[in-house]
């Protein structure tokens, strides 16, 4: 069983940084056959993509709301994936969601996500 651990959620300023961090465990999990990527859930709102790294921590991508300010990276070793959130917005204020994948597949409702962590809240305060 694969288990993802969020850490690092909190209150932050609009304009403020803070940094997520995912944490992945289970006898067959690896970085180098599964994909890390960070969701986001807002009140009210549907689960939405933020960013996501491939296999090895390669081809990074990121919604366009986030473009420019949130950095996603992987430690293959560690089997941590981070999500580094500069310039925030009240906006953003929402449930931040760890999933790891063998396959991204964008055009499913969920993503190809095979595993989810319970998610960690993130407040901006305007």
């Known amino acids: 069983q694969v288990q993802l651990v969020e850490s690092g959620g909190g209150l932050v300023q609009a304009g403020g940084s803070l940094r997520l961090s995912c944490t992945a465990s289970g006898r067959t999990f690896s970085l180098y056959t599964y994909g890390m990527g960070w969701f986001r859930q807002a009140p009210g709102k549907d689960r939405e993509f933020v960013a996501r790294?491939?296999?090895?921590?390669?081809?990074?991508a990121y919604a366009d709301s986030v473009k420019g300010r949130f950095t996603i990276s992987g430690d293959n070793a560690k089997n941590t994936v981070d999500l580094q959130m500069n310039s925030v917005h009240p906006e953003e204020t929402a449930v931040y969601y760890c999933?790891?994948?063998?396959?991204?597949?964008?055009?499913?409702?969920?993503?190809?996500?095979?595993?989810w962590g319970k998610g960690t809240l993130v407040t901006v305060s305007s």
């Open positions: 790294i491939g296999w090895s921590g390669a081809s990074a």
């Open positions: 999933a790891a994948a063998r396959s991204w597949r964008p055009e499913e409702r969920n993503y190809g996500v095979d595993y």
